[in-house]
């Protein structure tokens, strides 16, 4: 799992749960991969990320470094952030662990990389 | 020594015929004797009789069956033994069965390994359509006689030239007119001719036995020649009563009954007999007559069928005129009460496949979930090239744009397309996993709750996933969802399998042009989402179909292994034995159109297993699974309407490209709910 798709996952779809968001990452396995940089990619993804979700995520699984807490200005011509945006967004994956649902702590479990989202008959 | 051209045009035929009788009736044939014979050209179409098969193949040994097949120009023979069939190929392979009075060809003798497991097509007679009554002999040969003096046909052509010159029969009525412009009768304008008084005996009878309970005024006699029928139909509602009779004259005749769900039940009405239609097969089945010279019965003895020559048969139809509207228990197919319907009969289908919500998931749980699970590892082998329309529709999307296939399958769409960001889900972990190896990234999810938030995504796509929905409700759902995960002006293709599998002459889908492809799949199929893991078997209304070779039907008991496993894991909240209660959706039979579109469509696994275990299956190597797979095939226009309903969404384009319906939504850029 990327960190790109975490910071689109939600539980809201579970009963009674109300924002389901962020959902907290317990890893237990983290692997980079190199994907080529894209600079244009990463300009377009970035409005449509939770800033403050992919900070909490990158700190859960020790990756924050030096990320700021706050997006800065004028990014197009920012490479440096830029690159590490790209890094964490599409190069940093977490192999094996859960996502936890931030209000009911159901464990969404990631095996081989893929989080299985599905839910129980009586979780719906 | 090369063969000559006549072996080689023997050899073709022969193997044509091998794999006619593969695809049509499943069976082998056998290089070896066998006991078992298949008969090609001595079938009932090439105007062959049973009789006629006995004459010619009982004098090469004992037959211990003979199987006709309705519709089909072959039939198959059994001998006691293998002695019996072999002497019979050695002496009548190439036997010319005009020698023997019938108009048709050579027969064409092949060794079979066994005999079409049921031959139940044709009714046997003893099925009648709900409501149908059916009485025998309920006149007289001199009574017979009297009704057919009764109708002086001679006068009908100078003076009623209108009513009789109808291309198929003549036609003559009494009471009132029956007009065929219109098919309803002028109430205020009763003909000269009232009902016959030599009617009423046939009459008061069917009263005293309970059958009829009104006085008919309209009586239609209707003459047919051998080879002339009468189109399939329901009589007008608002124009009849309840309680159409029959009386079959001079002859006797197969009515066939049809219903709007497949179901087809041929009636043989023999002569002198009187059929009461009530009910159900008065306002639901249509009824008509062939047009042939000869129909296919059953025999004597009730077992197998044969040939009966028609002669010239007569039929009262006797009517009673309604009026006031009509109000049966069937608005959906009522003239007089269709108008203020019309809007229920889009989820009549739904209702009669799904009667809740519950049972829909459950069916899709085990139709479509567990299958996908099971021949992941085969169905991905089967689906590598991307539909040139959906890669189109991909390469015209902006640069950037974040794409999310929903039920991305093996991940086919998710490779190439370098200038998106791509990210898949599918709720089959088998064929996520087949994506993973490939390299692309997904998730687990339901196709009804996609666990993205709202207004992210750029670009959706979802190919043949809507149609393993089982209620329009959810169907309806699983759009809405694409539309609430896309940012407004995002753009979403959907395909679903179309019902209508041929488009004008030249249009055949690659379904059906694959007809002799070894496996009965189509191309670019893929995952199913769907709902929960779920416990009982739903129940439905049998949808029985006498068309054997399309209408077979799967049972609890058939070998599928899907169900097999269901009904030995005991889910928690199955309601008492249910796992017992076959269910009757009907089995499509692949590479063909499809006749139904609730259907199950068989998917045989080959080759290796899927990569990890599958619980439960312990089928022999020998044998391969067949798994069924619930489609809802779609109607043209259903997608479209279907998307009208959608909140938030614009139907941008939509089409058929080869044999699927396609659209291409746009979400409206009206406020999307938070989160």
Redesign the interface.
């Known amino acids: ?2 960190l ?2 975490h910071n ?6 579970m009963k009674g749960v109300v ?1 389901g ?1 962020p959902l907290g990452i317990v890893a237990s396995e983290v692997k980079e991969v190199a994907v080529d940089y ?1 600079p ?2 990463v ?3 970035i409005p ?1 990320l ?1 800033w403050g979700s992919l900070c909490s995520a990158a700190d859960s699984i020790g990756k924050l470094g030096d990320l700021p807490k706050e997006l800065p200005e004028n990014i197009e011509s920012n490479q440096d952030f830029l690159k590490k945006v790209h890094h964490l967004l599409m190069e940093v994956e977490v192999i094996s662990g859960n996502l936890i649902c931030p209000e009911t702590g159901r464990k969404f479990p990631i095996n ?10 009586d979780e ?1 | 020594m090369k063969p000559s051209k006549a072996e080689k045009k023997a050899i073709r035929k022969e193997a044509k015929l091998k794999s006619a009788l593969m695809t049509h009736e499943g069976i082998c044939t056998s290089s070896s004797p066998t006991k078992h014979l298949f008969v090609a050209n001595g079938g009932l179409v090439c105007g062959v009789s049973k009789e006629q098969l006995l004459e010619i193949f009982q004098p090469y040994g004992e037959v211990s069956n003979v199987v006709m097949v309705p519709d089909k120009p072959h039939a198959f023979i059994s001998y006691v033994d293998v002695g019996g069939a072999t002497r019979a190929v050695a002496c009548a392979q190439g036997y010319d069965i005009r020698s023997s009075g019938a108009p048709g060809a050579k027969l064409h003798l092949l060794y079979v390994e066994k005999l079409p497991d049921v031959i139940s097509p044709s009714n046997d007679g003893m099925v009648l359509p709900p409501g149908l009554i059916l009485v025998h002999d309920i006149i007289s040969e001199d009574y017979e006689r009297e009704l057919l003096a009764a109708i002086c046909w001679e006068e009908d052509f100078s003076t009623q030239k209108a009513q009789n010159s109808l291309r198929h029969r003549q036609v003559k009525h009494f009471g009132y007119e029956f007009r065929y412009d219109n098919n309803n009768v002028d109430k205020d304008s009763p003909l000269e001719q009232p009902v016959p008084a030599a009617c009423c005996c046939v009459l008061d009878t069917l009263r005293n036995l309970g059958h009829l309970h009104q006085e008919p005024d309209q009586l239609t006699v209707n003459q047919y020649l051998p080879g002339q029928g009468i189109p399939p139909h329901v009589d007008t509602h608002s124009a009849f009563e309840d309680q159409l009779v029959s009386l079959s004259l001079g002859s006797a005749a197969m009515m066939e009954f049809r219903r709007d769900d497949g179901r087809h039940l041929p009636v043989v009405l023999p002569r002198r007999s009187a059929i009461v239609m009530t009910g159900e097969s008065r306002y639901l089945w249509t009824h008509g007559i062939t047009p042939r010279k000869t129909d296919v019965v059953p025999t004597e003895s009730g077992r197998g069928l044969t040939l009966q020559p028609r002669g010239l048969r007569t039929s009262f139809t006797f009517r009673k005129v309604r009026r006031t509207p009509c109000d049966c228990g069937y608005p959906d197919q009522c003239d007089s009460q269709r108008s203020a319907s019309r809007v229920a009969t889009d989820n009549t289908e739904d209702e009669a496949l799904s009667k809740s919500n519950q049972e829909a998931a459950e069916l899709e749980c085990a139709h479509v979930h567990q299958v996908y699970e099971e021949i992941a590892g085969h169905f991905s082998g089967t689906r590598h090239r991307q539909w040139p329309q959906v890669a189109e529709f991909l390469a015209s999307q902006p640069r950037g744009s974040l794409m999310l296939d929903v039920g991305s399958g093996n991940g086919k769409y998710l490779a190439g397309s370098e200038h998106l960001v791509k990210v898949g889900c599918d709720r089959s972990g088998n064929l996520n996993e087949i994506s993973r190896r490939r390299g692309h990234e997904v998730f687990g999810c339901d196709c009804l709750r996609v666990a993205v938030r709202a207004a992210t995504i750029d670009v959706c796509l979802s190919i043949a996933v809507i149609h393993h929905l089982s209620t329009r409700e959810r169907r309806l759902a699983a759009i809405e969802e694409l539309m609430r995960v896309l940012t407004p002006g995002g753009k979403a293709l959907i395909y679903v399998w179309a019902m209508e599998q041929e488009r004008g002459e030249q249009a055949k889908s690659s379904y059906i042009k694959k007809k002799n492809a070894r496996e009965g799949e189509r191309p670019g199929v893929r995952s199913g989402p769907g709902t929960t893991d779920a416990a009982s078997v739903n129940r439905r209304e049998p949808t029985t179909s006498c068309d054997g070779m399309v209408g077979e039907t799967v049972t609890g008991n058939t070998g599928d292994a899907t169900m097999r496993r269901r009904s030995t894991d005991g889910h928690p909240g199955d309601d008492g034995g249910s796992d017992e209660v076959p269910r009757k959706l009907p089995v499509h039979v692949n590479r063909t159109n499809f006749k139904h579109q609730d259907v199950l469509v068989p998917w045989h696994l080959r080759g290796g297993r899927p990569p990890p275990v599958a619980p439960g299956n312990d089928n022999d190597e020998q044998t391969p699974p067949v798994f069924h797979r619930f489609y809802h095939v779609f109607r043209q226009g259903e997608l479209e309407a279907l998307c009208a309903s959608v909140s938030c969404a614009r139907t941008v384009r939509s089409f058929h490209d080869n044999g699927n319906w396609c659209v291409v939504l746009e979400k409206t850029r009206e406020d999307s709910p938070p989160l």
């Open positions: 799992m990327k790109l798709t689109m996952l939600t539980s809201k779809f924002k968001y894209n244009d990619f300009c377009r993804m449509k939770e081989n990389g893929i989080p299985n989202m599905l839910l129980n008959e719906v």
